[in-house]
Protein backbone atom coordinates (compact mmCIF):
# COMPACT_ATOMS: atom_id res chain seq x y z
CA UNK A 1 0.00 0.00 0.00
CA UNK A 2 1.06 3.47 -0.75
CA UNK A 3 1.02 6.15 1.90
CA UNK A 4 1.48 9.82 1.73
CA UNK A 5 1.95 12.56 4.79
CA UNK A 6 1.17 15.43 2.98
CA UNK A 7 -1.21 18.59 3.32
CA UNK A 8 -4.89 18.53 1.79
CA UNK A 9 -5.05 21.91 0.09
CA UNK A 10 -7.59 22.90 -2.41
CA UNK A 11 -6.45 25.25 -5.33
CA UNK A 12 -8.26 28.43 -6.42
CA UNK A 13 -6.65 28.61 -9.91
CA UNK A 14 -6.75 32.18 -11.57
CA UNK A 15 -5.17 32.50 -15.53
CA UNK A 16 -4.17 35.79 -16.04
CA UNK A 17 -3.06 37.84 -18.72
CA UNK A 18 0.74 38.21 -17.46
CA UNK A 19 2.19 39.75 -14.34
CA UNK A 20 1.36 43.27 -13.18
CA UNK A 21 4.65 45.02 -11.59
CA UNK A 22 4.11 45.33 -8.01
CA UNK A 23 1.15 47.84 -7.30
CA UNK A 24 0.01 47.48 -11.00
CA UNK A 25 -2.74 44.98 -12.32
CA UNK A 26 -3.81 42.19 -14.23
CA UNK A 27 -6.62 40.64 -15.75
CA UNK A 28 -8.21 37.65 -15.04
CA UNK A 29 -8.89 35.49 -18.15
CA UNK A 30 -10.38 32.39 -16.42
CA UNK A 31 -10.98 30.75 -12.81
CA UNK A 32 -11.08 26.98 -11.58
CA UNK A 33 -11.17 25.20 -8.62
CA UNK A 34 -9.51 22.07 -7.88
CA UNK A 35 -7.92 20.04 -5.00
CA UNK A 36 -4.48 20.05 -4.02
CA UNK A 37 -1.32 19.43 -1.97
CA UNK A 38 1.79 17.85 -3.75
CA UNK A 39 1.75 14.62 -1.87
CA UNK A 40 -1.87 14.46 -2.40
CA UNK A 41 -1.83 14.74 -5.74
CA UNK A 42 0.51 12.03 -5.93
CA UNK A 43 -1.73 9.86 -3.99
CA UNK A 44 -4.81 10.64 -6.51
CA UNK A 45 -2.96 9.72 -9.42
CA UNK A 46 -1.92 6.56 -8.10
CA UNK A 47 -5.23 5.56 -7.10
CA UNK A 48 -6.60 6.43 -10.33
CA UNK A 49 -4.05 3.46 -11.74
CA UNK A 50 -5.19 1.31 -9.38
CA UNK A 51 -3.02 1.54 -6.22
CA UNK A 52 -4.04 1.42 -3.11
CA UNK A 53 -3.50 4.43 -2.00
CA UNK A 54 -4.28 6.39 1.60
CA UNK A 55 -3.43 9.72 2.33
CA UNK A 56 -2.64 10.63 5.94
CA UNK A 57 -3.42 15.06 6.81
CA UNK A 58 -5.41 17.26 8.06
CA UNK A 59 -8.41 19.12 7.41
CA UNK A 60 -10.48 21.69 8.68
CA UNK A 61 -14.96 21.87 9.17
CA UNK A 62 -15.45 23.55 5.95
CA UNK A 63 -16.88 22.87 2.41
CA UNK A 64 -13.10 22.99 0.87
CA UNK A 65 -12.77 19.75 3.12
CA UNK A 66 -15.80 17.89 1.87
CA UNK A 67 -14.82 19.31 -1.44
CA UNK A 68 -11.07 17.60 -1.22
CA UNK A 69 -12.49 14.73 -0.02
CA UNK A 70 -15.17 13.80 -2.33
CA UNK A 71 -12.43 14.55 -5.34
CA UNK A 72 -9.55 12.69 -3.66
CA UNK A 73 -9.64 8.91 -4.93
CA UNK A 74 -6.86 8.31 -2.37
CA UNK A 75 -8.43 7.54 1.24
CA UNK A 76 -8.27 10.36 3.35
CA UNK A 77 -7.10 9.70 7.25
CA UNK A 78 -7.77 13.52 8.27
CA UNK A 79 -7.77 15.16 11.49
CA UNK A 80 -9.32 18.23 12.41
CA UNK A 81 -6.98 20.93 12.90
CA UNK A 82 -8.76 24.17 11.96
CA UNK A 83 -11.80 25.46 11.10
CA UNK A 84 -11.06 25.97 7.75
CA UNK A 85 -8.77 23.56 5.01
CA UNK A 86 -5.90 24.75 3.79
CA UNK A 87 -6.10 27.02 0.37
CA UNK A 88 -3.71 27.82 -2.42
CA UNK A 89 -4.27 30.78 -4.60
CA UNK A 90 -2.36 30.14 -7.96
CA UNK A 91 -1.83 33.05 -11.01
CA UNK A 92 -0.67 31.20 -13.96
CA UNK A 93 0.21 33.57 -16.96
CA UNK A 94 0.07 33.19 -20.79
CA UNK A 95 3.50 30.77 -20.52
CA UNK A 96 1.68 28.89 -18.10
CA UNK A 97 4.48 29.61 -15.17
CA UNK A 98 2.52 29.27 -11.90
CA UNK A 99 2.67 31.97 -8.97
CA UNK A 100 1.54 30.59 -5.51
CA UNK A 101 -0.04 32.57 -2.34
CA UNK A 102 -0.80 29.47 0.40
CA UNK A 103 -3.36 29.92 3.15
CA UNK A 104 -2.32 27.18 5.36
CA UNK A 105 -4.84 27.07 8.02
CA UNK A 106 -5.13 22.98 8.91
CA UNK A 107 -2.20 21.91 7.08
CA UNK A 108 -0.11 24.41 8.74
CA UNK A 109 -1.22 21.93 11.74
CA UNK A 110 0.18 18.86 10.29
CA UNK A 111 -0.46 16.63 13.46
CA UNK A 112 -1.39 13.33 12.05
CA UNK A 113 0.51 9.86 12.27
CA UNK A 114 0.71 7.31 9.37
CA UNK A 115 -0.89 4.27 10.32
CA UNK A 116 0.09 1.69 7.43
CA UNK A 117 1.45 1.31 4.43
CA UNK A 118 4.47 -0.33 2.19
CA UNK A 119 5.44 3.07 0.87
CA UNK A 120 5.21 6.32 2.44
CA UNK A 121 5.34 9.56 0.60
CA UNK A 122 6.47 12.88 2.31
CA UNK A 123 5.69 16.24 1.14
CA UNK A 124 6.23 19.30 3.30
CA UNK A 125 3.29 20.48 5.04
CA UNK A 126 3.02 24.90 5.32
CA UNK A 127 4.33 24.87 8.67
CA UNK A 128 7.10 25.54 11.22
CA UNK A 129 6.57 22.25 12.44
CA UNK A 130 6.40 19.80 9.39
CA UNK A 131 10.02 18.92 9.34
CA UNK A 132 10.17 17.69 12.89
CA UNK A 133 7.25 15.65 12.17
CA UNK A 134 8.50 14.16 9.22
CA UNK A 135 11.12 13.38 10.56
CA UNK A 136 9.67 11.05 13.37
CA UNK A 137 7.21 9.55 10.67
CA UNK A 138 10.27 8.81 8.63
CA UNK A 139 11.92 7.58 11.46
CA UNK A 140 9.20 5.33 12.47
CA UNK A 141 7.98 4.15 9.32
CA UNK A 142 8.58 0.41 8.80
CA UNK A 143 8.88 0.03 5.01
CA UNK A 144 10.18 1.97 1.92
CA UNK A 145 10.52 6.14 2.37
CA UNK A 146 10.20 8.54 -0.74
CA UNK A 147 11.10 12.35 0.43
CA UNK A 148 9.84 15.05 -2.02
CA UNK A 149 11.49 17.97 -0.24
CA UNK A 150 10.24 20.85 -2.35
CA UNK A 151 11.87 23.91 -1.50
CA UNK A 152 10.97 24.02 2.01
CA UNK A 153 12.87 22.00 3.01
CA UNK A 154 15.79 22.60 0.54
CA UNK A 155 15.91 25.79 1.34
CA UNK A 156 16.85 24.58 4.91
CA UNK A 157 20.17 23.22 3.64
CA UNK A 158 21.83 20.32 3.32
CA UNK A 159 23.20 19.48 6.91
CA UNK A 160 19.69 19.95 7.97
CA UNK A 161 18.47 18.28 5.82
CA UNK A 162 20.41 14.89 6.14
CA UNK A 163 18.48 14.69 9.62
CA UNK A 164 15.88 13.43 7.51
CA UNK A 165 17.30 12.05 4.57
CA UNK A 166 19.19 9.36 7.11
CA UNK A 167 15.77 7.79 7.30
CA UNK A 168 15.02 8.27 3.33
CA UNK A 169 15.48 5.67 0.24
CA UNK A 170 14.38 7.64 -2.39
CA UNK A 171 14.65 11.75 -2.81
CA UNK A 172 12.51 13.57 -5.67
CA UNK A 173 13.30 17.10 -6.58
CA UNK A 174 13.83 19.57 -9.03
CA UNK A 175 17.13 20.56 -10.77
CA UNK A 176 16.36 24.29 -9.15
CA UNK A 177 16.00 22.47 -5.37
CA UNK A 178 19.18 20.80 -5.98
CA UNK A 179 21.63 23.62 -6.62
CA UNK A 180 20.25 25.31 -3.76
CA UNK A 181 22.25 22.27 -1.64
CA UNK A 182 25.40 22.96 -3.18
CA UNK A 183 26.58 19.50 -2.70
CA UNK A 184 27.41 16.88 -5.46
CA UNK A 185 24.80 13.79 -6.49
CA UNK A 186 27.39 11.75 -4.99
CA UNK A 187 26.69 13.30 -1.43
CA UNK A 188 23.33 12.66 -1.27
CA UNK A 189 23.67 9.02 -2.45
CA UNK A 190 25.83 8.68 0.67
CA UNK A 191 21.93 9.08 2.17
CA UNK A 192 19.58 7.61 0.00
CA UNK A 193 19.74 4.71 -2.53
CA UNK A 194 17.85 6.51 -5.63
CA UNK A 195 17.78 10.32 -6.33
CA UNK A 196 15.77 11.35 -9.16
CA UNK A 197 16.30 15.18 -10.55
CA UNK A 198 13.46 16.46 -12.49
CA UNK A 199 15.05 19.20 -15.07
CA UNK A 200 12.00 20.85 -16.71
CA UNK A 201 12.17 20.48 -20.73
CA UNK A 202 16.03 18.97 -20.44
CA UNK A 203 13.68 15.57 -18.70
CA UNK A 204 14.79 13.87 -15.93
CA UNK A 205 17.66 11.83 -14.16
CA UNK A 206 18.02 9.01 -11.71
CA UNK A 207 20.79 8.50 -9.91
CA UNK A 208 22.03 5.51 -7.62
CA UNK A 209 25.14 3.81 -6.25
CA UNK A 210 25.58 1.65 -9.28
CA UNK A 211 24.85 4.71 -11.85
CA UNK A 212 23.30 7.45 -13.36
CA UNK A 213 20.26 7.07 -16.42
CA UNK A 214 18.97 10.03 -17.78
CA UNK A 215 15.78 10.78 -19.91
CA UNK A 216 14.52 13.14 -22.06
CA UNK A 217 11.31 15.21 -21.99
CA UNK A 218 8.48 14.49 -24.44
CA UNK A 219 6.81 17.87 -26.73
CA UNK A 220 4.37 19.66 -24.72
CA UNK A 221 2.43 22.42 -25.31
CA UNK A 222 2.26 24.41 -22.16
CA UNK A 223 -0.63 25.48 -20.79
CA UNK A 224 -0.64 25.27 -16.70
CA UNK A 225 2.67 23.83 -15.10
CA UNK A 226 1.21 23.07 -11.15
CA UNK A 227 1.18 19.95 -10.45
CA UNK A 228 3.89 18.50 -13.28
CA UNK A 229 6.07 17.84 -10.55
CA UNK A 230 3.67 15.37 -8.69
CA UNK A 231 2.47 13.84 -12.40
CA UNK A 232 6.18 12.84 -12.89
CA UNK A 233 6.22 11.45 -9.39
CA UNK A 234 3.27 9.41 -9.55
CA UNK A 235 3.86 7.78 -12.99
CA UNK A 236 7.70 7.34 -11.76
CA UNK A 237 6.83 5.66 -8.69
CA UNK A 238 4.09 3.85 -10.41
CA UNK A 239 6.60 2.53 -12.77
CA UNK A 240 8.64 1.70 -9.24
CA UNK A 241 6.26 0.01 -7.54
CA UNK A 242 5.83 -2.49 -10.51
CA UNK A 243 9.16 -3.56 -10.68
CA UNK A 244 10.27 -1.45 -14.40
CA UNK A 245 13.28 -0.21 -14.83
CA UNK A 246 14.65 2.80 -14.19
CA UNK A 247 14.66 4.37 -17.78
CA UNK A 248 11.62 3.10 -18.42
CA UNK A 249 10.45 4.71 -14.69
CA UNK A 250 11.81 8.10 -15.96
CA UNK A 251 9.91 7.94 -18.76
CA UNK A 252 6.68 6.76 -17.73
CA UNK A 253 7.54 10.41 -15.31
CA UNK A 254 8.07 12.35 -18.39
CA UNK A 255 5.29 11.35 -20.31
CA UNK A 256 2.77 12.07 -17.23
CA UNK A 257 4.72 15.26 -16.39
CA UNK A 258 4.13 16.24 -20.57
CA UNK A 259 0.65 15.41 -20.28
CA UNK A 260 -0.23 17.67 -16.83
CA UNK A 261 1.30 20.41 -18.30
CA UNK A 262 -1.01 20.69 -21.58
CA UNK A 263 -4.11 20.94 -19.03
CA UNK A 264 -5.22 23.23 -16.64
CA UNK A 265 -5.07 22.07 -13.35
CA UNK A 266 -3.09 20.00 -10.69
CA UNK A 267 -4.81 16.47 -11.20
CA UNK A 268 -4.38 16.10 -14.97
CA UNK A 269 -3.23 12.51 -15.40
CA UNK A 270 -3.34 9.73 -17.68
CA UNK A 271 -5.94 7.15 -17.77
CA UNK A 272 -4.76 3.53 -16.72
CA UNK A 273 -5.68 2.88 -20.75
CA UNK A 274 -3.60 5.76 -21.95
CA UNK A 275 -0.42 4.25 -19.85
CA UNK A 276 -0.83 0.98 -20.86
CA UNK A 277 -0.56 1.72 -24.08
CA UNK A 278 2.36 4.12 -23.88
CA UNK A 279 4.39 1.42 -21.54
CA UNK A 280 3.57 -0.98 -24.37
CA UNK A 281 5.18 1.34 -27.10
CA UNK A 282 8.67 1.50 -24.44
CA UNK A 283 9.13 -1.79 -24.05
CA UNK A 284 8.39 -3.47 -27.37
Do not use: W
Amino acid sequence: MFSAHAPALVDYIYLIDKYPPRGGHSIVQATEKSPGGAGANVAHNLASLGINSKLFTTLGKDEDAEYFVKNTLARVEAEITDDKTGKVHVFVDEEGERTFFVEPNAAGKPFVKVREGDYLYLDPFPSKHSFEVQVEEAKRFGGFVILNPGFPYSNLGFEKLKEILRHVDMLIMSAEEFSILRVETADVLKYVDYLIVTQGKLGSACYTKNGSFQSPAFPAKVVDTTGAGDAFAAGFIYGFINNYPVEVCLKLGNFCGAYNVERVGARNFPSKGTIDEFLARVLR
